[in-house]
Every structure is written in structure tokens, then in C-alpha cells.
DNA sequence: CTGTTAGCGCATTCAC
DNA sequence: GTGAATGCGCTAACAG
């Protein structure tokens, strides 16, 4: 049975009387094989063998001031959006050997603080946030500690120290362009609450012009909360044309409402997502969204942090790594000449 | 701009130096404030304040043995059968001082291996796996090792340590005798080719007593597999009633392309999923499927790493936490009665 | 290519 | 209630 104290393993100490070695060449032997003999390499590979060593990386880390951690800060794990990223972080960190250590904020900026104070404790390589840093205190502390951060998803003129992301007023403009070039005229926003997600209801309604209908929910949104806004909306609009979801889920929520009150999606509704889910192009209709490479963020996040601890330049701090709108089913033929005419 | 190099941060000592006591009271202070005067907090406090003190939990871990960190291993992060299990799990860590490590398996058994000895080299004060630990050599590590270990969201007699999950195959079976009591005859399964989707099917075609039309995709399964899946499932069986799926992504595409091809869900083709997702109750139609509290698994391997740890007794190393089947439209008024004479 | 010395920052153990 | 000494396991820095 697991003991609840803690477990002894062999030291390197160990390895290197077995081996007939110092503990220093053992050491080398195992981190860094290339400037020990080949003899010698092959007897402390034994001599662990035997031991069943197991390095103690905490021990090293002391010591080299290099933790081989990576802080990953997410508002929820279970926000699909930021999971391709996730994914491919922690990938792309192990194998440079760096492990990824997650924590979630909760969309609660209090607690950001000090979770960022808990994960510095133990004094990871690097810091990545799915977002922007909100809390000012914060900011100025891991800018003072230098830490390499990378802030992802969000763009700012001034990010703590690099950033991957795009511009979340971009994507609501582009939309709100793409909408008006339908010829839409009754449109509505269902959104997240969160802070992403109104940016991008700003950047529609500032390229729109005017006011539209909106239905805010909590972050994360999902399907449910999508089916919930439509109803709100053509509380508002009955004769709404077209709706700009801050995610997938959400539109797909949209869509489930519309298409069970009668409403054809599209030639009645059309509806545009976010994100580009692996169920987006799948789903009948096909969803209209806004795609964004989040593995890419991921990838480039990863090597920002591993190029910066090896102490290569960065040459470029900020990344806009962009977005584009994939047109598909369910903004297809829809608008004022396929529109019956209101309900009162 | 931030540097490659470490970061200086104030130690201990120069908090105790600035409070005016020695650095073991300073410890103390923070660390176990009930045996230090009250005078000597504050002057620690104040003094943590001026230096910009962040302790260093890995040198602390060095010498008391406990990393404060549990070690998770997923197969990849982006399988949302597991969000809600390692969204509490973290959480439940959190609120108990422990941070967790994350690591993907990537479905590969190699893998599984090389990353548990990893983590191990970080020293954990657990580990939770989601499903089983295959490997029989990282199983004897694991147990000699006498680290916690929690594996989860499977059952087995024999776990490492302790185990946290529920009987695939009694899942698959209790589907079987749901879809025999519905008085089904042609029916299929769509899976992915995981373990415990395997074993649901093993499951379901040991309870159904005879073979019966699979359709095999690539773990993670999705919406865009379940389409591809029904295809399959149709070439073999024109006359299908029903399918089994091994996840509710899976399902939702089995829907869409049944919706597509004109057969009406339910009526022709009745669909069961599996995981209770976020979005199968109110999806069109409302998702049949066999929910299991993720939820529940994940504050459980918490509560029992931390018991662990605080040299309480553990009751129960093994907990079967269920599952249920959980009816809804998907599943009603399908069967022969309704069906219309198969396809040539 | 290998070894010696020293110390990373903290908490345990023992003393007072 | 506080302090001094010691060492957790490893690697940087310097020597040879």
C-alpha cells in the first residue's frame, strides 16, 4: 500500500559511488552526455539502472535557477476555445522538457492575482495566459520579476513582455462589414460576458453604427445559453435577420432555437459564430465563423518562452497571428428579398 | 523588457534581516503563524512587503519532502470527456495549496511511460490518471515508488493504489438491455478505437449476445466521425434502428447525418451517446446518454490525494462512482412498430 | 575529460 | 516563543 510520507528514492550520490564516478560526472553523464567518455556514460547508465535513480528535478532547479515549468493561466480548462492552444502548448513544452503547470482564474481578476503569486512561488521558466493580465498589481509584479510572459488571444500596444493574438474589435468590424454586405438589416449580437467577447461586440457596433439587439450571457456560453439569447433577441427584433455569436456553442444554440420555432437557418436566420470548432464545418448547417489558429498560439507561445530562456533574441515581442471569416451554410441566402415579411 | 537570465527575487533571509529576527522565526511566521508572537508577525509581514518577498516553494519542497504538486496525466487535453474532472480536480487542488502538472499521454502507451518518469522527477505529492495506467512497468514504479496515485474513470480490481471510476462494460450492457427493452433488433455501434470505448462495446455485444454492425474511428471522436460513422453503419445495415455511440460528439454526428439523409431521429433511427456533454440536452433532438459525473471523479481524486498526505486512513481505495442512462427525445417513439420496410 | 568546493533557499532538529 | 546548526539533492564555477 502507498505510504502518505514521502518516498526515498536513490540519489545521485548513489549512482556515482555505484558507478565509481564523482557525483558531478554522473551528473553530466545524464544532463549532458557529450562532454563525458562514452565509458564513462555507459557505466553510470548501469549504475542508475541498478539504482533505479530517478533524478530529482526540484534538487536541480534550486540550483540552476531553471525550473523546467511553464505556468498556463486559463479563465476555465472547460472553455473549449482555448484547448488547441493548451494542447499544443503543452506539447511543444515537453518536448523541449518543460512541463506545463495550470492554473484557472475563474474570470475572477481577484483571484488572478494570486494564483499569478502562487505559480511564481515556484518559479516557473516562463508564464503563459490564455488572455491579457487585468489586475495592474499584477502586471507590474511580473514585469519587475522578469519572468518571460506571454499573454495570448487578446492584443494590447503595451503587453507585459510578448504576445500572440489578434484584435478582437478587428473580428467584430469584419463581421459587422461582412453582415452589411449581405444586405442585413435586422441584426443581433448573443454574447459571452466576458472580456474578449465584448470587445468584439464593440468592434461590431462601432463598424455598424447604430445599436442592435443584444443577449449577454455568462462565460462560458454554450448551447443552452444560445437557444435562451435567440428567444431574447427576437423579443427585441421579430424580424431579425442575421446574429454574430461569440462562440460556436453559442451559435449552435442559435441555430437548434431558431430551427425549432420554424425558422430556417439560413433564408430566414443567419447566423455567424466564433472560433471555428471541430464541429463548425460539420454541423447542419454548416456554421459561418470566425476562424483563429489556436494551435499556432499555442506553438508560438512555446517557442517564445523556450527561444527567451535559451537567451535568443526575440525579434518580434508582439505576434498578430490574425483571424479569418470561413462563409459557410448558415449565412447562405439570406436577407430582405428571401425575408418574408415581419410578424407584427 | 524582460531578461533570459534568472530572476532575483529577496529571500527569506532578507525578510528576516529587514524584520529584524532570524530567518527560521521569519519561516515560522508565514508558514505557521500560531507558534510566533503576534508583534513578530507584523514586523515579518511588513518586511515581506518592503522586500517584494515570494517565497521559493522549491527549495521549501527540497527539504520537507512535499512538492505541493499533483501530477495529472490525460490522454490530450482536448478530450471534453475529461474538462469537468480536471477543471475540479484543479480547482479542489487549488483550494488545498496544491498546484497541478499537466501531462498528455497522447493515447500512446510508450508515451505514458517516458511522462510518468518525468513527473515523477518533480516529485508529486500525487498523481491522477485519467483511465487506467497500462504500462505494466510504470505500474510497478508507480507502486514501489508508494507515490499516491489515483487512477480514474475505469474500474479495475487491481489499481495501483486507489481508483475512482465505473464499469465500462457495465455501461455497454445496460445500453443493450435499454435497447433490447425498446425492442430493437437491427442496431450498430459507432465508437472510438480507446480502451474504454472498447470496452462499452465489449460491453454492449456481451450483454446483446450476438454480433452486431461497428464502426471504428480514431480516439478523440467527433462530430465529423459520427457522420462518417452512420455512412458506414447504413452500408452494412440498411435497416438500422438504432446505434450506440461512444460519445456524445459521436452521437450528435450519427444525428446530423441521419437528419441529412432524411431518416428521422427518433422515428427511424434512435441514438444513444455517452458523457451527458454540456449541450446533449439541448441539442434537437434532446440527446439520449449515459451520464457520468466527471465532476464527482475529480473532487473525489482530490479529496483523496490530500487524505493521503495528511496521514489519514483511506476507507475506500476503490469507488465505483456509477453511472446512469439518462432517457431523452432521441430515443422515444423509434422501433418496428414505427419503421418503415427496409431498404432493398 | 574529471574532480573539488561551495551553495541554491528553505525547513527540520535540537537547543535555549 | 525564538535561534543555531545542518542538510535536502543537485549543479555552477573553478581547477586540474
Redesign the interface.
Known amino acids: ?7 526515498k ?1 536513490a540519489t545521485l550520490a548513489d549512482v556515482a559511488r555505484v558507478a565509481g564516478v564523482s557525483p558531478i560526472t554522473a551528473s553530466r553523464a545524464l544532463a549532458n552526455p557529450g562532454i563525458v567518455s562514452p565509458r564513462t556514460i555507459e557505466r553510470v547508465r548501469q549504475a542508475v539502472e541498478t539504482t ?1 535513480y ?6 536541480g ?2 540550483k540552476s ?3 523546467m ?1 511553464v505556468a ?1 493561466l486559463v479563465p ?3 472553455v ?1 476555445q482555448f ?2 492552444t ?2 499544443t502548448l ?2 511543444a513544452l ?1 518536448a523541449a522538457g518543460y ?6 482564474t ?1 474570470y475572477v481578476h481577484a483571484r488572478e492575482e494570486a ?1 499569478i ?7 516557473p521558466d516562463g508564464i503563459v495566459v490564455a488572455g491579457l493580465v487585468h489586475s495592474p498589481a499584477a502586471r507590474q ?1 511580473l ?7 506571454v499573454e495570448t488571444w487578446d492584443l494590447s500596444d503595451e503587453p ?3 504576445l500572440v493574438g489578434f484584435s478582437h474589435q478587428e473580428v467584430g468590424a469584419a463581421v459587422a462589414a461582412f453582415f452589411r454586405r449581405r444586405g442585413w438589416q435586422r441584426v443581433g449580437i448573443a454574447t459571452g460576458d466576458d472580456h474578449r467577447a465584448s470587445l468584439r461586440r464593440q468592434g461590431f457596433l462601432a463598424a455598424w453604427g447604430r445599436e442592435v439587439p443584444v443577449a449577454v450571457g455568462p462565460a462560458p456560453s ?3 445559453l444560445g ?1 435562451r439569447a435567440l428567444g431574447r433577441l427576437l423579443q427585441q427584433e421579430p424580424a431579425l435577420e442575421a446574429v454574430f455569436c461569440s462562440s460556436d ?1 453559442l451559435a ?2 442559435v441555430i ?1 432555437e431558431a ?2 420555432r420554424g425558422l430556417q437557418v439560413p433564408g430566414q436566420l443567419a447566423v455567424c459564430g466564433f472560433g471555428d470548432a ?2 463548425a ?4 448547417p454548416a456554421l459561418t465563423t470566425v476562424q483563429v489558429d489556436g494551435a499556432a498560439i499555442g506553438a508560438r507561445a512555446a517557442q517564445l518562452i523556450i527561444d ?5 533574441a526575440i525579434a518580434q515581442a508582439i505576434t498578430d497571428i490574425g483571424f479569418r471569416i470561413v462563409e459557410r451554410t448558415s449565412t447562405m441566402d439570406a436577407g430582405p428579398a428571401t425575408r418574408p415579411s415581419p410578424a407584427p
Do not use: E, W, Y
Open positions: 500500500m502507498n505510504a502518505s510520507r514521502p518516498f528514492t533505479g530517478i533524478p530529482n528535478l526540484l534538487a532547479s534550486l535557477n531553471r525550473s515549468t498556463c476555465a480548462i472547460s473549449a484547448l488547441p493548451v494542447h503543452t506539447d515537453a512541463q506545463l503547470v495550470l492554473g484557472q475563474g494564483l503569486d502562487t505559480m511564481v512561488a515556484r518559479r509584479k514585469r519587475r520579476l522578469g519572468i518571460p510572459v507585459i513582455d510578448m454554450n448551447l443552452a437557444r456553442q449552435q444554440g437548434t430551427l425549432d471541430d464541429f464545418a460539420h454541423m447542419r527567451r530562456r535559451s537567451g535568443a
